[in-house]
């Protein structure tokens, strides 16, 4: 880490730099003033391809088409050297186009035709969500899948379950987690199929140039035409701004799929500290600095504080963004800027949790000791037959011999003995385990979405 990571106010930038790649490319300044950039110069060519041909020459073109596919880095600092006069980010873009077509005042006067600054916003932030949308798909995937490997290699495990964090009825650990993996897999879903927006419309988004200028022409259409070129849907009625609603389906999405990572993490560290998983060892890593024998779940902790961070950012974003005075305020320019920060939180916890999982190795002797005499888990099935016998006060009946104790195997077959008439199953009852009483779980820890 360089003196200028040191002295950065934010850890995505510090610490948690090399952690953030993704999220960082998309969403940085950088990434912002390229989507901007591309944004007005892919209007200027859609404009001059139908409404100034002539102005549309093969070096015009080729001039477009270069800023279009690779935006430079000199282009990015100079949009920034611009901003710090105009004091207008939007603005800035503008001009430093501009700057790439002097001498052609013609062209230079159609850059930003028809449009207000939150026209491109709009598109910006609609391209670059698109863009990281489909990144962290391929994320929780490939999380999703890790947890899939595990569920399937556990799958006939037989483990006590905990409800209340209590003894309860057995289970085995690969389908408790197999559940993270089709919770998972059935929010990406969702989040596959979301359509984003922009508005299109100039000023207050009622075409008013655009009519008075060419009032033959399909506007409403042509605004179509032109935003899916980049797969992007026209808001038809708007206020200046594109009102946000589908980022907050996004970003609410996304809560919903950190809030699974958060409960793997909480049930992962707790099936650690009940010594369940082992974590192997990194050689040079400590555990703390002063009890040296310590392997902790640092990366367990470390996705559910940052998920936190994450969620807290996205519940804003969403609540925030979906709200302003009128025709439009300025709040939500500044919220905006802060998209990136509440991927790059998650960024952190998907990273983190890939590293963890790939150290966790099941205990099984541990797991199974802890499984081996605890009879009373059988209480269950023992009162079900009761109940098939037609005895109306089964539950109380076992309740009595079983509630709030620990039953080994001597005293449930004497209660199995003493309280079932049938032979049929007594016999069931009488060959049961806590390891073999697991009903269909090692078929759904192996199952697909349900």
Known sequence: ????????????????????????????????????????????????????????????????????????????????????????????????????????????????????????????????LQNIVNSFQKMFTDLSKIIEEKANKYSDLAMMARTHGQAATPTTLGKELNVFSQRLITQLKILKEQKVYAKWGGATANYNPHLLAYPDSDWLEISKSFLSKHKVNLTEVSTQIEPHDYMADIFQNIVRLNNILLDLSQDLWTYISLDYFKLKMVGDEVGSSTMPHKVNPIDFENA????????????????????????????????????????????????????????????????????????????????????????????????????????????????????????????????????TYVGLAEMLAKKGEL
């Open 1 to 128: 880490m360089n003196e200028t990571h040191v002295r950065n106010l934010s850890p995505l930038d510090g610490r948690y730099h090399d952690k953030t790649k993704v999220t960082r490319e998309i969403f940085s300044e950088h990434g912002l003033i390229v989507a901007r950039v591309k944004s007005e110069v892919s209007w200027l060519m859609f404009f001059l391809e139908n409404f100034q041909k002539d102005l549309l020459t093969p070096q015009t073109k080729k001039q477009l088409e270069d800023i279009l596919l690779n935006p430079s880095d000199e282009i990015v600092l100079r949009v920034k050297e611009i901003e710090k006069k105009t004091n207008h980010d939007v603005k800035a873009v503008e001009l430093a186009i501009a700057e790439h077509f002097d001498g052609d005042e013609k062209i230079q006067s159609l850059i930003h035709i028809f449009l207000t600054s939150e026209d491109i916003n709009s598109l910006s932030y609609s391209i670059m």
């Open 304 to 435: 559910e504080g940052n998920l936190g961070l994450s969620n807290a950012i996205f519940s804003h974003l969403a609540d925030k963004l979906t709200q302003s005075r009128l025709q439009r305020d300025l709040s939500d320019s500044t919220v905006l800027r802060n998209i990136g920060s509440a991927f790059g939180y998650c960024e952190i916890s998907i990273n983190s949790l890939l590293k963890g999982l790939k150290k966790l190795e099941a205990n099984k002797e541990k797991i199974s000791l802890d499984l081996s005499d605890r009879y009373e888990l059988l209480a269950e099935p023992l009162q079900c037959f009761l109940r098939l016998e037609g005895k109306k006060n089964a539950y109380n009946l076992v309740k009595k011999i079983s509630r709030g104790k620990v039953l080994n195997k001597e005293i449930y077959q004497e209660a199995v003995n003493s309280l079932v008439d049938k032979e049929e199953y007594r016999n069931i009852l009488l060959k049961l385990k806590p390891s």
